[in-house]
T-cell receptor, first 116, second 116 residues
């Protein structure tokens, strides 16, 4: 089954304790992204990657790191989490097509993170 | 810069009523893509539709229909004969040609509640 998976699905942690949220897709997609969802703000993009070793900042990258060492994986790293990073996080992937590139992003199930 | 506005934060209807969710977008690109996603109470994001800017034909899928009007920069979503299972948060989103597949800008979302 084609899917995007994220782990963990729920995480409660404390300020300053480094954590990683994993994201994996089995569709051989080139593009992957991380978003955070907050009430009243919709989803905002944190980072995205257009291929292996190619990453770029989205709209709210502060406090986050990413890496893309393999095509299927795109982990999100919080080196020193703070309470304002409490949020619902989504990973997404999409395929690169020739021409204008129109592909739809498909989302993982989400990771609910609480930073105390 | 691209922007998506969903002015309706919450809508409540009674089952079998028709309901329209509004979406207004801003972009300077002449080629862009519009999306609707559904987020049911379980939290996942479900892709509903993608529309290219050069295709202004309206679309109907069962009880769902979408009205795309470039003249007013709107991409509204109508549910006919609503059902309780339609209760969800609905997001409208936009991507521009050069960043399609990698960057999505979301609206704030509209919480739809369908009461029995």
């Amino acid at each position: 089954e084609a899917q995007v998976t994220q782990n963990p699905r729920y995480l409660i942690t404390v300020t300053g304790k480094k954590l990683t949220v994993t994201c994996s897709q089995n569709m051989n997609h080139e593009y992957m992204s991380w978003y955070r969802q907050d009430p009243g703000l919709g989803l905002r993009q944190i980072y995205y990657s257009m291929n292996v070793e190619v990453t770029d900042k989205g709209d709210v990258p502060e406090g986050y790191k990413v890496s893309r060492k393999e095509k299927r994986n795109f982990p999100l790293i919080l080196e020193s989490p703070s309470p304002n990073q409490t949020s619902l996080y989504f990973c997404a992937s999409s395929s690169k097509t020739s021409g204008v590139g129109t592909d739809t992003q498909y989302f993982g199930p989400g990771t609910r993170l609480t930073v105390l | 810069a691209q922007k998506v506005t969903q002015a309706q934060t919450e809508i409540s209807v009674v089952e079998k009523e028709d309901v329209t969710l509004d979406c207004v977008y801003e972009t300077r690109d002449t080629t862009y893509y519009l999306f609707w996603y559904k987020q049911p109470p379980s939290g996942e994001l479900v892709f509903l539709i993608r529309r290219n800017s050069f295709d202004e034909q309206n679309e109907i899928s069962g009880r769902y229909s979408w009205n795309f009007q470039k003249s007013t920069s709107s991409f509204n979503f109508t549910i006919t004969a609503s059902q309780v299972v339609d209760s969800a948060v609905y997001f409208c989103a936009l991507s521009e040609r050069e960043t399609s597949g990698s960057r999505l800008t979301f609206g704030e979302g509209t919480q739809l509640t369908v009461n029995p």
